[in-house]
């Protein structure tokens, strides 16, 4: 495993995710950040599973629509959490002691 040329490949991404992921939960987004980093790792545990494994789709219809009607359900629960207003003023109140 740690010959594999993929080993890189996801420590970079990892690292990456890490860095682009931190700013945005600590401004105080952290609920639409968790929601977007969920679908982000579903549609890569998806794709890498296809193309890296070799993972086959279902053959009959039905498998197809549960499929289908899974990834959907990802995505609409990613979309419909609610983003957290933004502060119309960037300026802070000076802090008091």
Known sequence: MLLSPWLPLALTAG??????????????????????????????NIVGGILIFGDPFANSLAGVLAEATAFSLICAATFLTPVPEL?????RAPLTA
Do not use: F, I, K
């Open 15 to 44: 690292l990456a995710a890490q860095y682009v992921s931190a700013r945005p939960l600590q401004t105080g987004d952290a609920v639409s950040v968790t929601a977007r980093t969920g679908l982000t790792v579903n549609v890569l």
């Open 87 to 91: 502060e119309t003023s960037h300026a």
